[in-house]
Protein backbone atom coordinates (compact mmCIF):
# COMPACT_ATOMS: atom_id res chain seq x y z
CA UNK A 1 0.00 0.00 0.00
CA UNK A 2 1.37 3.76 -0.81
CA UNK A 3 2.51 5.48 2.35
CA UNK A 4 0.26 8.88 2.47
CA UNK A 5 0.80 10.68 5.57
CA UNK A 6 -2.24 11.88 7.69
CA UNK A 7 -2.70 15.39 8.12
CA UNK A 8 -3.39 16.20 12.15
CA UNK A 9 -7.03 16.26 11.84
CA UNK A 10 -7.30 12.98 10.04
CA UNK A 11 -4.66 11.33 12.80
CA UNK A 12 -6.91 12.72 15.19
CA UNK A 13 -9.68 10.65 13.32
CA UNK A 14 -8.33 7.91 13.47
CA UNK A 15 -6.99 8.26 16.91
CA UNK A 16 -11.13 8.48 17.94
CA UNK A 17 -12.37 4.81 15.47
CA UNK A 18 -9.25 3.50 16.95
CA UNK A 19 -10.49 4.28 20.62
CA UNK A 20 -14.09 3.25 19.77
CA UNK A 21 -13.06 0.04 18.08
CA UNK A 22 -9.59 -0.73 19.74
CA UNK A 23 -10.72 -0.40 23.45
CA UNK A 24 -13.53 -3.12 22.33
CA UNK A 25 -12.20 -5.84 23.67
CA UNK A 26 -14.55 -8.56 21.08
CA UNK A 27 -12.53 -6.44 18.51
CA UNK A 28 -10.31 -8.90 16.38
CA UNK A 29 -6.70 -7.66 17.35
CA UNK A 30 -4.83 -7.42 14.17
CA UNK A 31 -2.80 -10.46 12.62
CA UNK A 32 0.58 -10.55 11.02
CA UNK A 33 0.04 -14.01 8.36
CA UNK A 34 3.34 -16.28 9.00
CA UNK A 35 4.06 -15.52 5.12
CA UNK A 36 3.48 -11.95 5.44
CA UNK A 37 5.94 -9.79 3.60
CA UNK A 38 7.24 -7.68 5.95
CA UNK A 39 8.95 -3.96 5.51
CA UNK A 40 12.48 -3.09 7.33
CA UNK A 41 12.16 -2.93 11.06
CA UNK A 42 12.12 1.18 12.09
CA UNK A 43 10.83 2.74 15.43
CA UNK A 44 7.77 3.92 16.39
CA UNK A 45 5.95 5.09 19.28
CA UNK A 46 3.15 3.19 20.97
CA UNK A 47 -0.21 5.72 20.96
CA UNK A 48 -1.90 3.18 22.73
CA UNK A 49 -2.38 -0.51 24.14
CA UNK A 50 -4.81 -2.65 24.90
CA UNK A 51 -3.27 -6.51 25.70
CA UNK A 52 -1.66 -7.46 22.44
CA UNK A 53 -2.84 -5.21 20.34
CA UNK A 54 -1.35 -1.76 20.05
CA UNK A 55 -1.65 1.47 17.79
CA UNK A 56 1.77 2.56 16.79
CA UNK A 57 3.03 5.84 15.28
CA UNK A 58 5.63 5.32 12.64
CA UNK A 59 8.28 8.25 12.17
CA UNK A 60 6.79 9.51 9.50
CA UNK A 61 3.51 10.28 11.56
CA UNK A 62 1.00 7.63 10.15
CA UNK A 63 -0.60 4.79 12.27
CA UNK A 64 -0.75 1.23 12.11
CA UNK A 65 -2.66 -0.90 14.15
CA UNK A 66 -0.12 -3.81 14.80
CA UNK A 67 0.18 -7.27 17.01
CA UNK A 68 2.93 -7.68 19.31
CA UNK A 69 5.66 -10.36 19.37
CA UNK A 70 4.59 -12.97 21.96
CA UNK A 71 7.32 -12.61 24.62
CA UNK A 72 7.32 -9.13 24.82
CA UNK A 73 5.84 -7.71 27.90
CA UNK A 74 2.60 -5.64 28.26
CA UNK A 75 2.68 -2.07 25.98
CA UNK A 76 1.79 1.03 27.24
CA UNK A 77 1.36 4.94 25.45
CA UNK A 78 4.59 6.08 25.23
CA UNK A 79 6.61 3.54 24.48
CA UNK A 80 9.53 3.61 21.93
CA UNK A 81 9.19 0.05 20.05
CA UNK A 82 10.79 -1.53 16.91
CA UNK A 83 8.12 -2.47 14.51
CA UNK A 84 7.98 -3.89 10.88
CA UNK A 85 4.82 -3.29 8.63
CA UNK A 86 2.93 -6.13 7.34
CA UNK A 87 3.24 -4.21 3.61
CA UNK A 88 0.19 -6.00 2.37
CA UNK A 89 -2.54 -5.60 5.15
CA UNK A 90 -1.21 -1.91 6.07
CA UNK A 91 -1.21 -3.40 10.42
CA UNK A 92 2.26 -4.34 11.73
CA UNK A 93 4.32 -6.93 14.16
CA UNK A 94 6.10 -4.89 17.01
CA UNK A 95 9.07 -6.68 17.50
CA UNK A 96 10.98 -5.58 20.70
CA UNK A 97 10.72 -2.63 22.89
CA UNK A 98 13.52 0.41 23.70
CA UNK A 99 14.65 0.66 27.11
CA UNK A 100 12.15 3.10 29.07
CA UNK A 101 13.35 6.10 30.92
CA UNK A 102 10.52 6.49 33.10
CA UNK A 103 7.20 3.65 33.68
CA UNK A 104 4.66 5.14 35.52
CA UNK A 105 3.07 2.08 36.74
CA UNK A 106 0.87 0.60 40.33
CA UNK A 107 0.38 -2.58 41.59
CA UNK A 108 -1.88 -4.55 40.07
CA UNK A 109 -3.90 -8.16 40.53
CA UNK A 110 -1.70 -11.12 41.51
CA UNK A 111 1.79 -9.39 42.07
CA UNK A 112 1.57 -8.12 38.52
CA UNK A 113 2.04 -4.40 37.49
CA UNK A 114 -0.35 -2.40 35.86
CA UNK A 115 1.42 0.29 33.28
CA UNK A 116 0.24 3.66 33.07
CA UNK A 117 2.48 5.59 30.88
CA UNK A 118 6.24 5.36 29.72
CA UNK A 119 9.03 7.49 28.70
CA UNK A 120 7.18 10.70 30.66
CA UNK A 121 9.09 13.26 32.16
CA UNK A 122 6.00 15.30 33.88
CA UNK A 123 2.97 14.50 35.88
CA UNK A 124 -0.27 16.56 35.81
CA UNK A 125 -2.18 15.13 39.10
CA UNK A 126 -5.97 16.41 38.41
CA UNK A 127 -8.43 16.91 41.07
CA UNK A 128 -11.64 18.40 40.79
CA UNK A 129 -12.96 20.70 43.82
CA UNK A 130 -16.07 18.83 43.30
CA UNK A 131 -17.13 16.33 44.64
CA UNK A 132 -13.73 17.14 46.46
CA UNK A 133 -9.79 17.43 46.65
CA UNK A 134 -8.08 13.89 48.18
CA UNK A 135 -4.90 15.00 49.88
CA UNK A 136 -4.18 11.06 50.51
CA UNK A 137 -4.55 10.29 46.74
CA UNK A 138 -1.61 13.34 45.88
CA UNK A 139 0.43 11.98 48.04
CA UNK A 140 0.92 8.71 46.54
CA UNK A 141 1.19 10.28 43.10
CA UNK A 142 3.92 12.79 44.64
CA UNK A 143 5.55 9.83 45.78
CA UNK A 144 5.05 8.10 42.35
CA UNK A 145 6.82 11.16 41.00
CA UNK A 146 9.67 11.30 43.68
CA UNK A 147 10.31 7.21 42.67
CA UNK A 148 10.87 8.65 38.65
CA UNK A 149 12.54 11.77 40.14
CA UNK A 150 10.00 13.38 37.42
CA UNK A 151 8.35 17.12 38.64
CA UNK A 152 4.47 16.79 39.14
CA UNK A 153 2.16 19.65 39.32
CA UNK A 154 -1.63 19.83 40.91
CA UNK A 155 -4.72 20.79 38.42
CA UNK A 156 -7.37 21.55 40.59
CA UNK A 157 -10.14 21.26 38.15
CA UNK A 158 -13.83 22.70 38.07
CA UNK A 159 -12.75 25.90 39.27
CA UNK A 160 -16.07 26.93 37.54
CA UNK A 161 -17.93 25.38 40.31
CA UNK A 162 -17.01 27.29 43.21
CA UNK A 163 -19.40 29.65 44.29
CA UNK A 164 -16.71 32.78 45.62
CA UNK A 165 -13.46 33.23 47.16
CA UNK A 166 -14.13 31.52 49.86
CA UNK A 167 -14.32 28.57 48.45
CA UNK A 168 -11.45 29.05 46.74
CA UNK A 169 -9.10 30.08 50.11
CA UNK A 170 -10.76 26.94 51.78
CA UNK A 171 -9.09 24.52 49.02
CA UNK A 172 -6.05 26.65 49.12
CA UNK A 173 -5.61 26.64 52.95
CA UNK A 174 -5.96 22.51 51.98
CA UNK A 175 -3.58 22.68 49.84
CA UNK A 176 -0.98 24.81 51.65
CA UNK A 177 1.47 21.77 52.60
CA UNK A 178 1.84 21.57 48.77
CA UNK A 179 2.45 25.43 47.53
CA UNK A 180 4.79 25.00 50.81
CA UNK A 181 7.02 22.32 49.16
CA UNK A 182 7.14 24.36 45.98
CA UNK A 183 4.78 21.80 44.34
CA UNK A 184 2.89 24.09 41.39
CA UNK A 185 -0.90 24.38 41.71
CA UNK A 186 -3.34 25.64 39.09
CA UNK A 187 -7.02 26.62 39.41
CA UNK A 188 -7.99 25.39 35.94
CA UNK A 189 -11.50 24.81 34.28
CA UNK A 190 -12.73 23.86 31.01
CA UNK A 191 -15.76 25.96 31.00
CA UNK A 192 -13.92 29.13 31.67
CA UNK A 193 -10.28 27.90 30.26
CA UNK A 194 -8.69 29.53 33.35
CA UNK A 195 -5.13 28.26 33.23
CA UNK A 196 -5.15 26.24 30.14
CA UNK A 197 -2.26 28.62 29.25
CA UNK A 198 -0.48 28.02 32.08
CA UNK A 199 -0.84 24.02 31.32
CA UNK A 200 -0.05 24.80 27.70
CA UNK A 201 3.45 26.60 28.74
CA UNK A 202 4.27 23.61 31.14
CA UNK A 203 4.06 21.57 29.07
CA UNK A 204 5.42 22.35 26.25
CA UNK A 205 7.84 20.01 24.46
CA UNK A 206 7.69 17.66 27.42
CA UNK A 207 6.24 14.18 27.81
CA UNK A 208 3.29 14.28 30.31
CA UNK A 209 0.65 12.85 31.47
CA UNK A 210 -2.81 13.62 33.28
CA UNK A 211 -3.32 11.50 36.79
CA UNK A 212 -6.12 11.52 39.17
CA UNK A 213 -9.41 10.25 39.81
CA UNK A 214 -12.31 9.39 37.45
CA UNK A 215 -14.66 12.42 36.35
CA UNK A 216 -11.50 14.62 37.43
CA UNK A 217 -11.78 15.80 34.08
CA UNK A 218 -8.66 14.77 32.51
CA UNK A 219 -9.95 13.72 29.15
CA UNK A 220 -12.11 17.45 29.04
CA UNK A 221 -9.06 19.58 29.81
CA UNK A 222 -6.97 17.37 26.82
CA UNK A 223 -9.90 18.10 24.84
CA UNK A 224 -10.01 22.04 26.18
CA UNK A 225 -5.72 21.87 24.81
CA UNK A 226 -5.77 20.24 21.45
CA UNK A 227 -8.11 22.10 19.13
CA UNK A 228 -10.22 19.14 16.95
CA UNK A 229 -10.31 16.72 19.34
CA UNK A 230 -13.20 15.10 20.31
CA UNK A 231 -12.16 12.53 22.93
CA UNK A 232 -15.29 10.73 24.89
CA UNK A 233 -15.63 12.53 28.47
CA UNK A 234 -18.29 10.96 30.60
CA UNK A 235 -21.34 11.60 33.18
CA UNK A 236 -21.31 11.75 36.96
CA UNK A 237 -22.80 9.77 38.96
CA UNK A 238 -25.80 11.55 40.34
CA UNK A 239 -25.46 9.77 43.88
CA UNK A 240 -21.90 10.52 44.04
CA UNK A 241 -20.74 13.24 41.65
CA UNK A 242 -17.93 10.80 40.85
CA UNK A 243 -16.95 9.69 37.64
CA UNK A 244 -17.94 6.52 35.60
CA UNK A 245 -14.54 5.57 34.50
CA UNK A 246 -14.70 6.75 30.80
CA UNK A 247 -11.24 6.46 30.04
CA UNK A 248 -10.45 2.68 29.88
CA UNK A 249 -6.74 2.68 28.45
CA UNK A 250 -3.81 5.07 28.26
CA UNK A 251 -4.02 6.89 24.51
CA UNK A 252 -0.90 9.79 23.87
CA UNK A 253 -1.98 13.17 22.37
CA UNK A 254 0.39 15.39 20.31
CA UNK A 255 -0.18 18.87 21.95
CA UNK A 256 -0.04 21.76 19.34
CA UNK A 257 3.00 23.71 19.34
CA UNK A 258 3.35 27.08 20.81
CA UNK A 259 5.08 28.40 18.48
CA UNK A 260 4.52 28.59 14.32
CA UNK A 261 7.17 25.84 14.21
CA UNK A 262 5.90 22.59 12.32
CA UNK A 263 7.15 20.49 15.38
CA UNK A 264 4.36 19.39 17.69
CA UNK A 265 4.42 20.91 21.68
CA UNK A 266 4.98 17.60 23.46
CA UNK A 267 3.47 14.74 24.50
CA UNK A 268 0.07 14.36 26.70
CA UNK A 269 -1.01 10.85 27.65
CA UNK A 270 -4.63 10.62 29.41
CA UNK A 271 -4.52 7.70 31.74
CA UNK A 272 -7.80 6.19 33.34
CA UNK A 273 -9.31 7.74 36.63
CA UNK A 274 -8.90 5.36 39.85
CA UNK A 275 -10.80 5.00 43.39
CA UNK A 276 -6.96 4.72 44.79
CA UNK A 277 -3.37 5.20 42.97
CA UNK A 278 -0.76 2.80 44.79
CA UNK A 279 2.96 3.63 44.12
CA UNK A 280 5.53 0.76 43.70
CA UNK A 281 6.09 -0.43 47.10
CA UNK A 282 9.46 0.24 48.63
CA UNK A 283 11.39 0.43 51.90
CA UNK A 284 10.71 2.75 54.75
CA UNK A 285 14.53 4.32 54.21
CA UNK A 286 13.12 5.29 50.75
CA UNK A 287 9.39 6.24 51.41
CA UNK A 288 10.82 8.70 54.05
CA UNK A 289 12.95 10.46 51.66
CA UNK A 290 9.73 10.56 49.38
CA UNK A 291 8.17 12.78 51.94
CA UNK A 292 10.57 16.29 50.96
CA UNK A 293 8.75 17.77 54.13
CA UNK A 294 9.85 15.01 56.62
CA UNK A 295 13.90 15.90 55.41
CA UNK A 296 14.49 18.56 57.92
CA UNK A 297 13.78 16.19 60.69
CA UNK A 298 14.68 12.25 59.60
CA UNK A 299 17.68 11.17 61.60
CA UNK A 300 17.09 12.97 64.72
CA UNK A 301 14.47 10.38 66.01
CA UNK A 302 15.58 8.11 68.66
CA UNK A 303 15.85 4.63 66.63
CA UNK A 304 17.21 4.76 63.32
CA UNK A 305 14.66 2.31 62.21
CA UNK A 306 11.96 4.52 63.96
CA UNK A 307 9.09 3.93 61.58
CA UNK A 308 7.45 7.32 63.35
CA UNK A 309 4.58 5.81 64.70
CA UNK A 310 4.32 3.93 68.26
CA UNK A 311 8.28 4.56 69.19
CA UNK A 312 9.78 6.99 72.04
CA UNK A 313 11.24 10.54 71.39
CA UNK A 314 10.13 10.47 67.22
CA UNK A 315 10.78 13.57 65.59
CA UNK A 316 8.56 13.18 62.62
CA UNK A 317 5.76 12.47 65.45
CA UNK A 318 6.46 15.80 67.35
CA UNK A 319 6.97 17.58 64.01
CA UNK A 320 2.99 16.25 62.97
CA UNK A 321 1.91 17.35 66.78
CA UNK A 322 3.00 20.75 66.78
CA UNK A 323 2.23 21.51 63.12
CA UNK A 324 5.86 21.23 61.50
CA UNK A 325 4.30 18.73 58.99
CA UNK A 326 1.09 18.85 57.98
CA UNK A 327 -1.30 16.02 59.94
CA UNK A 328 -2.77 14.72 56.26
CA UNK A 329 1.27 14.34 54.80
CA UNK A 330 2.22 12.38 58.07
CA UNK A 331 -1.06 10.51 58.19
CA UNK A 332 -0.53 9.36 54.34
CA UNK A 333 2.33 8.98 55.29
CA UNK A 334 1.41 6.21 57.48
CA UNK A 335 -1.18 4.63 55.73
CA UNK A 336 1.45 3.55 52.83
CA UNK A 337 4.17 2.17 55.10
CA UNK A 338 1.09 -0.11 56.63
CA UNK A 339 0.43 -0.65 52.40
CA UNK A 340 3.73 -1.37 51.59
CA UNK A 341 4.25 -3.49 54.93
CA UNK A 342 0.92 -5.74 54.00
CA UNK A 343 2.32 -6.74 51.17
CA UNK A 344 5.74 -7.68 51.84
CA UNK A 345 4.45 -10.15 54.36
N1 LIG B 1 -18.08 22.21 35.68
C1 LIG B 1 -17.07 21.60 35.08
N2 LIG B 1 -17.23 20.34 34.65
C2 LIG B 1 -16.17 19.75 34.04
C3 LIG B 1 -14.94 20.42 33.85
N3 LIG B 1 -14.08 19.56 33.24
C4 LIG B 1 -14.77 18.42 33.05
N4 LIG B 1 -16.03 18.51 33.53
C5 LIG B 1 -17.06 17.47 33.51
O1 LIG B 1 -16.63 16.39 34.32
C6 LIG B 1 -17.13 15.16 33.81
C7 LIG B 1 -16.02 14.14 33.71
O2 LIG B 1 -15.07 14.57 32.79
P1 LIG B 1 -14.02 13.59 32.09
O3 LIG B 1 -13.14 14.46 31.26
O4 LIG B 1 -14.67 12.44 31.44
O5 LIG B 1 -13.21 13.07 33.37
P2 LIG B 1 -11.97 12.06 33.39
O6 LIG B 1 -11.06 12.55 34.48
O7 LIG B 1 -11.39 11.92 32.05
O8 LIG B 1 -12.66 10.70 33.87
P3 LIG B 1 -12.25 9.17 33.55
O9 LIG B 1 -12.01 9.04 32.09
O10 LIG B 1 -13.41 8.38 34.03
O11 LIG B 1 -11.00 8.92 34.37
C8 LIG B 1 -17.78 15.49 32.46
O12 LIG B 1 -19.18 15.53 32.66
C9 LIG B 1 -17.24 16.87 32.13
O13 LIG B 1 -18.13 17.63 31.35
C10 LIG B 1 -14.83 21.77 34.33
O14 LIG B 1 -13.79 22.44 34.23
N5 LIG B 1 -15.92 22.29 34.93
MG1 LIG C 1 -11.12 10.30 30.80
ZN1 LIG D 1 10.55 8.61 64.09
Redesign the pocket.
Known amino acids: MAKRKLTQQQKRRVDEQFQKRHVDKNSPPPTVAKNALLGEEQTGLVITSFGKRVLIESNTGEHYRCAVRQHLGKLVAGDQVIWQTDIEAHTGIVTRVLPRTHELSRPGFRGQTRMIAANIDFIGI?M?VLPGIHPDMIDRYLVAANQLNIPAIIII?????LANEDDWEAIAALLEPYTELGIELLP????SSAGLNELRTFMNHKNSVFV??????????INALIPDLHIR????SDATGL?????TNSILYHLPPLDDSKLHGGNLI?S??IRQFSPIACSLSELERYYDDFAPFLGHCKYNNCTHSIEPNCAIKKAAEEGDIALSRYQSFQRLLNEFKGESE
Do not use: C, E, R, Y
Not at 157 to 161: F, G, M
Not at 188 to 191: D, E
Not at 212 to 221: D, E, M, N, Y
Open positions: VPNKVDLASTIGPSGAGKSSLVGTLGKHTTDPG
